[in-house]
């Protein structure tokens, strides 16, 4: 299984950035698809949590700028976030927690991480 994640860049303060993440292989079902992120010298840490059944979840500090989306059909999920400030610089991790069969044992899976910076 492999999740490849996409969109990272640089952009000004206020600006707009949407990122990617799509999962391949051997997939049966993907319960939880997050995104993650982690700054320079710091924690990585959760930024914004989707269910296979569309619930939504954000750290405070991102909640009414971020977006998560997923297209289940597709095994992507997207992040969209807008008014973005210098602390939103960091390197994004996209994470899915899926199984490969019917067997329901599931596993975690990472993505390579796409940096994000904001300049001030």
């Known amino acids: 299984v492999q999740l490849q994640a996409s969109g990272g860049g640089l952009v000004q303060a206020g600006g707009s950035l949407s990122l990617s993440c799509a999962a391949s292989g051997r997939i049966f079902s993907i319960n939880d698809m997050d995104w993650y992120r982690q700054a320079p010298g710091k924690q990585r840490e959760l930024v914004a949590a989707i269910t296979s059944g569309g619930r939504t979840n954000y750290v405070d500090s991102v909640k009414g700028r971020f977006t998560i989306s997923r297209d289940n059909a597709k095994n992507t999920v997207s992040l969209q976030m807008s008014s973005l400030k210098p602390e939103d610089t960091a390197v994004y991790y996209c994470?899915?927690?899926?199984?490969?069969?019917?067997?329901?044992?599931?596993?975690?899976?990472w993505g390579q991480g796409t940096l994000v910076t904001v300049s001030s």
């Open positions: 994470h899915a927690i899926l199984s490969h069969d019917s067997s329901a044992r599931f596993y975690s899976y």
